[in-house]
């Protein structure tokens, strides 16, 4: 593993780690703040996903991000005279290059604000121990870190994700917290809910392949991803108690009830009540078949 290109990717993403640490606004989250700073280096990671904590209105919060991205650039290329740092200001992102090679640097443009508080954490002992280094920066809370990513394995259906849910699976299991993690990221998508809560199965071989192979030096088969992603549906949709179907549906309705997750401030959140009650204004008939669709499917469950 030591010898592959993601091997030089986690490499690079380790060295400016430091440099973005620097800016107390921003929170790691995905799949290198779960195997790089909460696990032991289960697989190798290669973006830094960013969620931007302060609350603030779209334009201000973007502004800002941007500016903020800008000096993140600034202290990389001050700092490593060998990488060059190309700034996305359309997509919050920056990519950033050295002679071996490229990483990418993404804020969320969806979640803004985080659940519960953030923590400093250090790089596992297995990447300070194969990387010769150390550093540290804030990461989201469990329930976000944790119920985001089973919200993106189930929408994305990678096998990198599903890696990470199999390791969750086999350590803290689908907990309350992560629960509502998981709620929280999924009434802040710009998919459907039931895309997402009843998802359509996707055909990930070419992915294992072409991006999971060489991550890792624990086997992971397309068997087991498959058993993974099956167990997985089926332990969240089991999750969902009476009061969590009656809070999502009405949530699809305009009409949520804050007393039972307090989600109301995000603005991710509000994004979406928004252009919920865009639908039902301007096209009531595919919001009542959309609702009455998503309430079937959780009777069933």
Known sequence: MSNNNYYKQVALLISVIPEIAIDSRFALHGGTAINLFDRNMPRLSVDIDLTYIPIEDRETSFTNISKALINIKSRIEKRFL???????KDTLKLLVTNFEAMIKIEVSQIIRGVLGTVAEKTLCENAQEKFDTFCSIQVVSNGQLYGGKVCAAIDRQHPRDLFDVKQLFQNEGFTQEIK??????LLSSDRSIQDILF????DQHLAMINQFVGMSEQ???IEEYEFVRESMIKKVQASLTEEDKLFILA????APDWSTYNFEA???????QLNLEKMK???SAKHNEMYNSL???LNEI
């Not at 060998?82 to 996305?88: A, G, L, P, Q």
Request: contains cysteine; proline residues 5%; hydrophobic residues 30%.
């Open 82 to 88: 060998t990488c060059r740092v190309e700034h996305k």
């Open 266 to 272: 995000y603005p991710s959140i509000k994004w979406k």
């Open 199 to 202: 998802p359509n199965l996707q």
């Open 180 to 185: 509502e993690g998981f709620l929280f990221r």
């Open 281 to 283: 204004a301007n096209n």
């Open 219 to 221: 086997q992971f088969t």
């Open 295 to 297: 309430k079937r499917k």
């Open 251 to 254: 949530f699809k309705n305009v």
